[in-house]
T-cell receptor, first 110, second 114 residues
Framework: GEDVEQSLFLSVREGDSSVINCTYT??????LYWYKQEPGAGLQLLTY?????DMKQDQRLTVLLNKKDKHLSLRIADTQTGDSAIYFC??????????FGQGTELSVKP | EAGVAQSPRYKIIEKRQSVAFWCNPI?????LYWYQQILGQGPKLLIQ????????DSQLPKDRFSAERLKGVDSTLKIQPAKLEDSAVYLC????????????FGPGTRLTVL
């Protein structure tokens, strides 16, 4: 079946790099995503990667995909207090339906 | 470009009452999704529309939940009657097509069932 797993919490110091990890089970995933959710807000699409890529960089964000191990990571360089939020990993199949992990709460301490 | 609009933002009802949520997707987006996000969990798909047709409603509790997208634009999601476990945030999302990579979310409607 389809399942996405993430660790629940991550705490870093301002200026450090954050790495949020995710594993998934569906080998037919088309795209893999990272969404950000701030308190009381909807989901903001941060970045996504096509399943035949292994890396994507977008400013401070780097996504790494290990398709063999079904492992996805999001690295945030120079983490700021404004990056504090819940980060969701998600996968989609050809139909477009998103399967989300339970979210990783990132806490950035000054 | 305007984003996905949802209303109301908050709703409090008692169990066994009915409630309806409204969503207006991004203009031109053919695919519309309703997700349920229970506190502390990731969103779960309830129903997916392609224009005014249902693509996937396998996770929709059809004994109490219904949704429609009559003209292929706006959509409403209804719960009748509500149960305590329906307390959640209901998120609407849209994309150009079901195969599009980018799916954009609205701010959600937070439902509390007492």
């Amino acid at each position: 079946g389809e399942d996405v797993e993430q660790s629940l919490f991550l705490s870093v110091r301002e200026g450090d790099s954050s790495v949020i990890n995710c594993t998934y089970t569906d080998s037919s995933s088309t795209y893999l995503y990272w969404y950000k959710q701030e308190p009381g807000a909807g989901l903001q699409l941060l970045t996504y990667i096509f399943s035949n890529m292994d890396m994507k960089q977008d400013q401070r964000l780097t996504v790494l995909l290990n398709k063999k191990d079904k492992h996805l990571s999001l690295r945030i360089a120079d983490t700021q207090t404004g990056d504090s939020a819940i980060y969701f990993c998600a996968e989609s199949n050809q139909g477009g339906k998103l399967i989300f992990g339970q979210g990783t709460e990132l806490s950035v301490k000054p | 470009e305007a984003g996905v609009a949802q209303s109301p933002r908050y709703k409090i009802i008692e169990k066994r009452q009915s409630v309806a949520f409204w969503c207006n997707p991004i203009s031109g987006h053919a695919t519309l999704y309703w997700y349920q996000q229970i506190l502390g969990q990731g969103p779960k798909l309830l129903i997916q529309f392609q224009n005014n047709g249902v693509v996937d409603d396998s996770q929709l509790p059809k004994d109490r939940f219904s949704a429609e997208r009559l003209k292929g634009v706006d959509s409403t999601l209804k719960i009748q009657p509500a149960k305590l476990e329906d307390s959640a945030v209901y998120l609407c999302a849209s994309s150009l097509e079901g195969t599009s990579a980018e799916q954009f979310f609205g701010p959600g409607t937070r439902l509390t069932v007492l």
